[in-house]
């Protein structure tokens, strides 16, 4: 990643959003690209021809949502726009996180520099210059309807550029006012369209799923991983991800999946090959591929959905202008409507929650001696009945994965009419958004768990087998990893920080880290 990045409208990536979103203020520097420059200030004109004109338009010249058919003085046209930063501000809940909020501001600045919204270059620069400087306005997290778009997080984002509403600079939450005058920076009034243009569109459910969507990327291959320590610890057979079987049902990510666990267990010497008595293993072991795969085949479609909102034009109305005569037409539409970001995260969300289902199940089969044959002991612990091991542990997975299956009900199926019924089919994009972050972070602490108790049963599996037995060449960096930092559990001590320890190592990428450094 370059120390900066350039925003057009056209060409903004997820990994650029990702690695913003994470910087420190100042470490990566967002710019407007010429192009950009002349796309704006093109826009911007023409909609200040237009009140020269005496034209009516929606959202410039008339009243927002039920109020459409309310013409607003020209005289008044400026405080029509910071009305409706000051009237949509009403979310509740907790802010979003800097990292959430930097994605906003990032995808907003992007999809206005596109130049179809009216909105000045002086007033989208100075979006450009808060992320810059790290001035991160306290955005509430409810209170979006995905229709229009995101009015409510995304006025609290707008108040500070006129020198309203609360920031965060560091540590500190100050007002807006007091955060512009910290950074030598000036509100601005807004003009014609700039309220509304800042409002209106989907940058906030879209923020959050790009950042979801990454995390769950990262998550499948933890998954993968984890699956296949789980099958070492359990003198597993990787027979099931013979080539030959997933050409026969070719469902790409699940072909792709099976050739990673057989990478990740090359060399193995915890793993059994063609007996008899033990011809396969249960579903949660065997059938790795069929359901990893097909949650990678959900990520994959959030990834592409992420990949168009990122560079498209959500607000309304929107400006064009023909080249040939310079005419300006203000059209109305319903590109702020979530439904196709909605619809993703719900998907998504059901899948990562699958990761999450079959990962417990492999836990409850590390845990239950009669399940796993013996091969490990009762709760992955020596002494049974004075130390309870692994027991509890695998609650807390059974919670979580619980606590999943309530989130993954779609929120895209559900709507509530609004602003008189002018506003009567929403997508509910941002609720389903927030319930996948939650998901997703479960089953981040599901696959915690599940490594450790795996790393646990290699360690009892050694004694069987010999102490210099060799992992696979993808699982055996991770072994050492968790043990780095997590012990083996020889009797009942505090387990707490250990699942957080290696919940850190998950979400830091150095498991996956790992496993790339050890096959090569």
């Known amino acids: 990643m370059n120390n900066s990045v350039l925003i057009d409208g056209s060409r903004l990536t997820i990994e650029e959003v990702v690695a913003v979103a994470r910087a420190e203020p100042g470490i990566i520097r967002v710019e407007l690209s010429s192009e950009a420059e002349q796309q704006v200030d093109r826009a911007a004109d023409a909609v200040a021809r237009m ?15 039920a109020f459409k058919d309310r013409v607003i003085p020209r005289q008044q046209v400026e405080q029509l726009q910071r009305n409706i930063l000051l009237s949509h501000s009403v979310g509740v809940g907790d802010a979003f996180d800097s990292a959430a909020t930097r994605a906003i ?80 920076l000036d509100p601005v009034v807004l003009t014609a369209k700039e309220g509304l243009a800042l409002t209106n569109g989907t940058s906030v459910m879209c923020a959050l799923g790009v950042l979801e969507t990454h995390r769950a990327e990262r998550l499948s291959r933890v998954a993968d991983i984890a699956g296949a320590l789980s099958l070492e610890a359990l003198h597993g057979t990787p027979e099931a991800f013979d080539e030959r079987i997933h050409r026969l049902r070719p469902f790409p990510r699940q072909i792709e999946c099976a050739a990673f666990l057989r990478r990740v267990l090359e060399g193995s010497a915890f793993v059994r090959w063609r007996d008899p008595a033990n011809v396969q293993d249960a579903y949660t072991l065997r059938c790795i591929p069929q359901v990893h795969g097909a949650a990678r085949d959900a990520i994959a479609y959030a990834r592409w959905a992420m990949e168009i909102e990122l560079n498209s034009v959500t607000d309304n109305p929107l400006i064009f202008i023909d080249d040939a005569t310079g005419n300006v037409d203000v059209v109305s539409g319903g590109n702020f409507h979530g439904e196709p970001l909605a619809i993703a995260f719900d998907y998504l969300a059901i899948a990562v929650a699958e990761l999450g289902n079959i990962s417990e199940r492999r836990i409850m089969r590390l845990c239950d001696e009669a399940s796993n044959t ?108 968790i043990r780095d930092v997590i012990p083996f559990i020889e009797r009942d001590e505090f387990m707490a920080p250990f699942i957080e320890a290696a919940y850190r190592l998950i979400v830091e990428d150095r498991i996956e880290a790992a496993t790339r450094a050890g096959m090569g």
Request: proline share 3%; charged share 20%.
């Open 374 to 481: 013996h091969v490990l002991p009762a709760f992955l612990t020596t002494e049974g009945g004075l130390n309870s091991g692994f027991m509890l542990a695998q609650y807390t997975a059974a919670a979580l994965a619980t606590e999943n299956k309530v989130l993954a009900h779609p929120a895209s199926v559900d709507t509530i009419p609004t602003s008189a019924n002018v506003e009567d089919h929403v997508s509910m994009g941002c609720t389903a958004a927030l319930k996948l972050g939650r998901i997703v972070q479960n089953v981040e602490r599901i696959l915690a768990i599940e490594l450790m108790a795996a790393a646990q049963g290699i360690d009892f599996r050694r004694r069987e087998i010999g102490q210099s037995a060799r992992l696979g060449r993808g699982t055996a960096p991770v072994y050492d990893l």
């Open 105 to 184: 501001m990032l995808i907003r600045a992007n999809t206005l520099a596109r130049g179809y919204s009216g909105i000045r270059r002086k007033t989208l620069q100075l979006l450009i210059d808060l992320l810059n400087c790290g001035i991160h306005p306290v955005i509430p997290q409810q209170g979006s309807l995905g229709a229009s778009g995101d009015l409510a997080p995304l006025a609290h984002m707008g108040l500070v550029l006129i020198g309203e509403g609360w920031a965060k600079i560091g540590d500190d939450t100050i007002t807006g006012r007091d955060a512009l005058e910290r950074a030598e």
């Open 51 to 65: 009140l020269d004109e005496g034209r009516i338009a929606y959202g410039i010249t008339t009243g927002f949502g």
